[in-house]
Each structure stands twice: as structure tokens, then as C-alpha cells.
């Protein structure tokens, strides 16, 4: 490796470490219950709660990402404490034990249920964090908890059996039905954790990963188009005469990308990794905001108006995704396209959204790279999770990549 480009990403991996040090203090420090337990994730910029209802996907995202330090870095007690208090807060509140174990979306500071959503995303965050918290305790219960998840969304999202909520699909489906991306994604990158830690049920990870990739190819990822498109009909219809059908959310297509070149690496699919990487193109030239840099969060991919009027701002996890996916292709194909859509990236995060004062990112700035305001660090879909993760992955990546 040239020394040059060795000196470089000496240079990134420090300043990622120094962030991911800072990161999870400031979870640590504000966003830990010690009262009820569980993390709150309302934060402003400095760390103060401004809202005690709980997001029960945070719960399981601030478990995983505890456990998941843990196993990169060793047991350290204050982040097993945190994924335990996580995972205890959800199985003494965010389970609705009368609608077949579904999970709520929010509850109370005490863990009184709030709302329960029709979407599997609860309960697919909570799989990973047992896995994770199991993988590095061996705890059993963990690892049943997790499989029983697992288990649930897949029937759930393949219309197995009825959901136990009675809350029914978005749409009048004798109107309209569809796919959605997000579906088949998480639902492979929550394999790749389980598939990590249980070997014994690798071949079952392998066909329902097998399954996901086949679904993200047959109906989202359209090269005609150049896109991948969230929402589909069921066949995989390009519905071009309703928003809905028209929307690219280029961050999830950059994350998707990332979950795909995982599992292609796993079972050495170069084909697939191929097309992982025709993803990531697509999404960054079509999504990077040229005037203002950083990422769109939505667009139509006919180039008509969207309807969501956040479409022009730019999020903070969009920009975690890139960083993962950039950086894991130029480890994978040596290609310097990549290094330098990682560096121009990481450029705008470390001028936009990173807050060394306090600590953590913004979450949500204007087009013009500007925190909204009130500036905030979380919120119900903000936590300690996308941000360690990319920190985390890319400090591994780096190392693997100077290894070489």
C-alpha cells in the first residue's frame, strides 16, 4: 500500500475512534433510564431529555449497538449493563403478550404501551439485540427470543398467519397491495447478525438470506429505471402514475447496497456483489446534491415533485450508510471511486453534522447543510445506533484494508 494513502486512512480511523469515543458518551452519559430503564433518545444538542416516551425500536437498536461493541472491542461492563437494561425494558413492557407477541412502537418513560404499528420493524431489532447480547454472553434465553422474533416477522411479512394486532395493511387491499423495500433488507441484514452467532440454523439463514436477495432483485432494483424503488406492486410493477410508486429513498438504497455485499462476501457471490455496487451508484449519483452537498432523503425517480416534504433534507443515517458502503467497496474492489465518495462524505459529516462541543450528530439538517431548529441529537428514530455502527464497521474496515 502507498505510504500516502496509508497516512490517510491512519488519519480517518483516528478521528473515527475520537467520534465513536464521543458517541456513546453521550448516550451513556444522558440517554440511559436508571430509573425504569431502557434509553431515552428525545436528546437536544446537549444531551437533555425533551420527550420520556420511549421508542421500542431504540430500545432494541441501543441493545444491539451495546452488545455489538462488546464484541468487537471486548466486555466492557458499563456497555453490557446498557444492552441489559435495553433488553430488560422490553421484555417487561414493549411485548404485547395478547396480540400474539407483536411489539408496540412507543411506550411510556414506566413502560406503559403507547402505540402499536402494523410494521415488524419492533420486533426486528429486538432479534438482533438478543442475538448480539447472546453472542457475547451465551445467554440461551437470549438466543430463543431472538429466533422466536425471527421467526414471527418472516411469517408476518410472507402472510403466514393473520397479524395478531387486527391492524390490517396500510392500503384497502382490494384497491391496492405492493411491496415494500424495507421489507426483504432488514429482514436480511437481521440475518446476517443471527446467521453470526447460531450456527446451528446457518442453512436456515442461508436459504431465507437467499430468499431476500431474490425479492430486493426480482421487484425493487429496476437498472431500466436506474433506481431502486421502495414500493412496488406485487410482481414487481413500477407504478409510475402514483408518488408512491415513484419514490427513491437513496440512503436506504446505499444501506441496502452494503447489506448485499455483505452476504455476497459470505458466500462469495461476485455476481451479486456486482450488482450491490450498480446499487450504490445509482443511489449517491442520483441522490448527492450537487449545490449543496450531502444526500437527498427522497426522490422521484421520474424527476417530478415528491410529496414528502422533508424530501431535501438531509439526515443524518443516509450519510452513515455511504460511509459504510463506500468504504467497503474500495476495501473489496480497490477502486479509488470509492475512497473518494467515502472522503467527500466524511468531509460534509465532519462540517455538518458532527458536534465536538457536545458530543454525537445532528440529527436533521436543511438542504443548506444547517441544523434545524431547535438543534436535537435523537428523537423516536434517533438513537445510539446507525452512527456507532458506521463508526464502528469503518474502524474495522480500515484495519482490514491497512492489513493488506
Known amino acids: 500500500m502507498k505510504m500516502e494513502l496509508s497516512a490517510r486512512l491512519k488519519?480517518?480511523?483516528?478521528?473515527?475512534?475520537?467520534?465513536?469515543?464521543r458517541s456513546i458518551r453521550f448516550w451513556l452519559t444522558n440517554g440511559m433510564d436508571l430509573v425504569h430503564g431502557g434509553v431515552y433518545t428525545c436528546l437536544d444538542r446537549e444531551g437533555k431529555v425533551f420527550s420520556t416516551d420511549k421508542s421500542v425500536w431504540m430500545q432494541g437498536r441501543c441493545a444491539w449497538t451495546f452488545a455489538y461493541l462488546c464484541h468487537v472491542y471486548g466486555v466492557r461492563d458499563e456497555w453490557l449493563e446498557a444492552s441489559r437494561s435495553c433488553l430488560d425494558f422490553m421484555e417487561k413492557y414493549c411485548i404485547n403478550r395478547?396480540?400474539?407477541?407483536?411489539?408496540?412502537?412507543?411506550?411510556?418513560?414506566?413502560?406503559?404501551?403507547?402505540?402499536?404499528?402494523?410494521?415488524?420493524?419492533?420486533?426486528?431489532?429486538?432479534?438482533?439485540?438478543?442475538?448480539?447480547?447472546?453472542?457475547?454472553?451465551?445467554?440461551?434465553?437470549?438466543?430463543?427470543?431472538?429466533?422466536?422474533?425471527?421467526?414471527?416477522?418472516w411469517?408476518?411479512?410472507?402472510?403466514?398467519?393473520?397479524?395478531?394486532?387486527g391492524l390490517g395493511p396500510k392500503t384497502i387491499p382490494e384497491t391496492r397491495t405492493g411491496r415494500a423495500l424495507a421489507d426483504p433488507m432488514i429482514y436480511l441484514n437481521i440475518t446476517s447478525v443471527l446467521r453470526r452467532v447460531d450456527a446451528e440454523r446457518a442453512e436456515l439463514y442461508n436459504e431465507r438470506a437467499a430468499q431476500c436477495v431474490d425479492e430486493i432483485f426480482r421487484y425493487h432494483y429496476k437498472p431500466e429505471l436506474g433506481c431502486t424503488l421502495e414500493s412496488v406492486g406485487p410482481n414487481g410493477e413500477f407504478r409510475a402514475d402514483v408518488t408512491e410508486g415513484r419514490?427513491?429513498?437513496?440512503?436506504?438504497?446505499?444501506?441496502?447496497?452494503?447489506?448485499?455485499?455483505?452476504?455476497?462476501?459470505?458466500?462469495?457471490?461476485?455476481?451479486?456483489?456486482?450488482?450491490?455496487?450498480?446499487?450504490?451508484?445509482?443511489?449517491?449519483?442520483?441522490?448527492?446534491?450537487?449545490?449543496?452537498?450531502?444526500?437527498?432523503?427522497?426522490?422521484d425517480c421520474l424527476?417530478?415533485?415528491?410529496?414528502?416534504?422533508?424530501?431535501?433534507?438531509?439526515?443524518?443515517?443516509?450519510?452513515?450508510?455511504?460511509?459504510?458502503?463506500?468504504?467497503?467497496?474500495?476495501?473489496?474492489?480497490?477502486?479509488?471511486?470509492?475512497?473518494?465518495?467515502?472522503?467527500?462524505?466524511?468531509?460534509?459529516?465532519?462540517?455538518?453534522?458532527?458536534?465536538?462541543?457536545?458530543?454525537?450528530?445532528?440529527?436533521?439538517?436543511?438542504?443548506?447543510?444547517?441544523?434545524?431548529?431547535?438543534?436535537?441529537?435523537?428523537?423516536?428514530?434517533?438513537?445510539?445506533?446507525?452512527?456507532?455502527?458506521?463508526?464502528?464497521?469503518?474502524?474495522?474496515?480500515?484495519?482490514?484494508?491497512?492489513?493488506?
Open 98 to 153: 395478547a396480540a400474539g407477541n407483536r411489539m408496540y412502537f412507543t411506550v411510556t418513560a414506566d413502560g406503559k404501551p403507547l402505540r402499536q404499528r402494523r410494521y415488524c420493524f419492533s420486533e426486528g431489532f429486538y432479534a438482533i439485540a438478543n442475538a448480539e447480547y447472546y453472542g457475547v454472553t451465551g445467554d440461551a434465553e437470549c438466543l430463543e427470543r431472538a429466533r422466536a422474533a425471527y421467526e414471527l416477522i
Open 247 to 299: 419514490v427513491v429513498n437513496p440512503g436506504h438504497d446505499i444501506e441496502c447496497s452494503w447489506f448485499l455485499m455483505e452476504d455476497a462476501n459470505l458466500r462469495g457471490d461476485k455476481k451479486q456483489h456486482e450488482t450491490a455496487v450498480r446499487i450504490f451508484d445509482q443511489a449517491i449519483n442520483a441522490g448527492w446534491d450537487c449545490e449543496y452537498g450531502g444526500l437527498l432523503y427522497f426522490i
Open 11 to 21: 488519519c480517518h480511523q483516528k478521528w473515527i475512534k475520537e467520534e465513536l469515543e
Open 303 to 404: 424527476g417530478r415533485p415528491p410529496e414528502a416534504y422533508e424530501h431535501d433534507m438531509k439526515l443524518w443515517w443516509p450519510h452513515d450508510e455511504i460511509l459504510i458502503a463506500s468504504l467497503m467497496i474500495f476495501r473489496d474492489t480497490g477502486d479509488e471511486k470509492y475512497l473518494t465518495w467515502f472522503e467527500r462524505t466524511l468531509d460534509y459529516c465532519k462540517e455538518h453534522f458532527s458536534d465536538p462541543e457536545f458530543g454525537d450528530w445532528f440529527g436533521y439538517l436543511r438542504r443548506d447543510g444547517k441544523p434545524t431548529e431547535p438543534a436535537c441529537k435523537g428523537s423516536t428514530f434517533k438513537g445510539p445506533f446507525h452512527l456507532p455502527r458506521m463508526l464502528i464497521m469503518c474502524d474495522t474496515m480500515i484495519d482490514q484494508i491497512l492489513a493488506k
Open 155 to 165: 411469517q408476518l411479512n410472507h402472510g403466514l398467519i393473520a397479524d395478531p394486532t
